[in-house]
T-cell receptor, first 112, second 115 residues
Framework: KNEVEQSPQNLTAQEGEFITINCSYSVGISALHWLQQHPGGGIVSLFMLSSGKKKHGRLIATINIQEKHSSLHITASHPRDSAVYICAVRFPQETSGSRLTFGEGTQLTVNP | DTEVTQTPKHLVMGMTNKKSLKCEQH?????MYWYKQKAKKPPELMFV???????INESVPSRFSPECPNSSLLNLHLHALQPEDSALYLC??????????????FGPGTRLTVL
């Protein structure tokens, strides 16, 4: 069964802290997405990666294909980073590249 | 323009009403998606249109009827909904539906409440 697991489910941090959110998946994938969703809002795509590491501002995403694991890091966290972060993957067994399997999300709260 | 827009932002409807949700993108994307998201849950795929043709229907009840009048527009027609259909409805688009590395761009969603 194709599964995606995220941890932690909830994370509270103080402003300025370094944050890590983890995503593990059960079988090899074609691509992995990190998404951000603010309360009551739409979803913003942060990264899409299939290998290595990507950086955008204070956000860094890494993926280890052998270990079937990805991490999203936020450096110098800020209250505006408070949101739900969702990992979503494409499994190559899927007949359509459009089908994403989502993790349950990580609720991040950054306190000032 | 790298935006997916959705209207309305909020919709309240009775179980006998007929309403429509609209989604628009001008990125030249040829795949468009409808997702349903309940509170504190990840999105669930409902429909995928590829080149204006319905390519995936995730066994969605017929009270939800999608329509893709052209490559930029996607509608979701609602009729005789149930209170459990209350959710955030998200639209997304991508360059096409077949490519494994196509990024999906999401709209802000329509918050639907069925009374």
């Amino acid at each position: 069964k194709n599964e995606v697991e995220q941890s932690p489910q909830n994370l509270t941090a103080q402003e300025g802290e370094f944050i890590t959110i983890n995503c593990s998946y059960s079988v090899g994938i074609s691509a992995l997405h990190w998404l951000q969703q603010h309360p009551g809002g739409g979803i913003v795509s942060l990264f899409m990666l299939s290998s290595g590491k990507k950086k955008h501002g204070r956000l860094i995403a890494t993926i280890n294909i052998q270990e079937k694991h990805s991490s999203l890091h936020i450096t110098a966290s800020h209250p505006r980073d408070s949101a739900v972060y969702i990992c979503a993957v494409r499994f190559p067994q899927e007949t359509s590249g459009s089908r994403l399997t989502f993790g349950e999300g990580t609720q991040l709260t950054v306190n000032p | 323009d790298t935006e997916v827009t959705q209207t309305p932002k909020h919709l309240v409807m009775g179980m006998t009403n007929k309403k429509s949700l609209k989604c628009e993108q001008h990125m030249g994307h040829r795949a468009m998606y409808w997702y349903k998201q309940k509170a504190k849950k990840p999105p669930e795929l409902m429909f995928v249109y590829s080149y204006e043709k319905l390519s995936i229907n995730e066994s969605v009840p017929s009270r939800f009827s999608p329509e893709c009048p052209n490559s930029s527009l996607l509608n979701l027609h609602l009729h005789a909904l149930q209170p459990e259909d209350s959710a955030l409805y998200l639209c997304a688009s991508s360059q096409d539906a077949a490519g494994w590395y196509n990024e999906q761009f999401f709209g802000p969603g329509t918050r639907l409440t069925v009374l």
